[in-house]
């Protein structure tokens, strides 16, 4: 694989890496929430079914008989429930995850390329036949959230190598740092060619 070829690869690699990374939990938060809100549903809707359905409470300022709160209760766990099921964090957090795992192996195999006349080549291993074959396998990552994850990963990138340059200071500090840099300019000689960093 060429040089050039083989670098703007690598750095679509290491931003999917990331965007995957945060797809996989954001949605496995939101599964995970979900299914809570149903236990907390349904350990609330048993403990008011024990009670006396006839006689009358106050419940966030509201006042009626205990079984229409119950039937409410009832309703918010079923339509919970159904929503946990239309939208499929779940699934979508796994594939997330299975992605990540495949582009994990996939930058391990890159890692290993050693440069032989101007070209970077992995001993038993064809980059450009693992790199299509993994783009192809792993789901893509939503339009509306590349720009931002792909910013999220840049800003990770350079608070890491901040933390070189000020040992001890808190994560905070040099998120500020980096946000507060990222406005100032920069020439062409200086900014990298990652213009086709999107592409396949």
């Known amino acids: 694989m060429e040089a050039h070829e083989y670098q703007r690869r690598w750095r679509r690699i290491d931003w999917m890496l990331t965007a995957h990374s945060v797809l996989r939990d954001r949605f496995g938060r939101r599964s995970k929430a979900l299914t809570l809100a149903v236990i907390a549903l349904s350990v609330a809707g048993l403990a008011f079914a024990l009670a006396n359905a006839d006689q009358r409470v106050s419940l966030f300022g509201l006042d009626g008989k205990l079984q229409v709160f119950l039937a409410v209760l009832a309703a918010l766990t079923f339509f919970v429930g159904l929503l946990d099921l239309v939208v499929d964090w779940r699934r979508r957090a796994w594939m997330h995850e299975d992605a990540a795992r495949c582009l ?23 980059l ?44 905070w500090w040099l998120q500020l740092l980096v946000v507060g840099g990222s406005f100032k300019a920069r020439t062409p000689e200086t900014a990298p060619d990652e213009s086709t960093d999107s592409a396949p």
Not at 104 to 126: I, M, P, T
């Open 104 to 126: 994990g192996d996939l930058k391990a195999k890159f890692a290993r390329a050693v440069e032989k006349d101007g070209r970077h080549v992995v001993e038993g291993v064809e």
């Open 128 to 171: 450009g036949v693992e790199y299509d074959r993994t783009m192809a396998a792993i789901v893509s990552i939503p339009d509306k959230c590349a720009a931002s994850l792909k910013a999220r990963h840049a800003r990770k990138v350079e608070v890491f190598k901040s933390v070189d340059r000020h040992p001890g200071a808190p994560k």
